[in-house]
């Protein structure tokens, strides 16, 4: 199954997982918690999981 974001025709793709939400959200939580490894479900209909370092 395909999924064409918002802006594809454009060239724009959209982040399915929001990865890029993590770039802020995994500093915070590594000050938070003092580890350098998550991973992310995303609990949307899509869905998705994530692997972050720091």
Not at 21 to 32: I, L, Q
Request: aromatic share 12%; glycine share 10%; net charge positive.
């Amino acid at each position: 199954m395909s999924y064409q974001g918002f802006s594809q025709k454009a060239g724009v793709y959209e982040d399915l997982v929001t990865g890029s939400a993590h770039c802020t959200v995994v500093p915070y939580w590594k000050n938070k918690l003092n580890k350098t490894e998550f991973i992310a479900l995303q609990l949307s209909e899509r869905g998705g999981k994530i692997y972050c370092t720091i």
